[in-house]
């Protein structure tokens, strides 16, 4: 089952497969576990995915 985090600080939140590689993630990288609130969600809900603009080219 999927697991979200949310930082206790700054309300940054991160989604992960499962709950084990959230915790890894907040052990390395976010300050340790203390650090972050675990939700289970289930794996049909959607992934927010956020893609940037390319620049549009040109022919000359």
Not at 30 to 58: I, K, L
Request: charged content about 30%; hydrophobic content about 35%.
């Amino acid at each position: 089952m999927a697991c979200k985090i949310t930082h206790r600080v700054n309300d940054q939140q991160l989604r992960f497969a499962n709950r084990e590689a959230a915790e890894r993630y907040a052990e390395i990288m976010g300050g340790g576990v203390d650090n972050w609130v675990f939700d289970m969600v289930p794996s049909a809900e959607p992934a927010h995915v956020t893609r940037r603009a390319e620049p549009s080219r040109t022919t000359r």
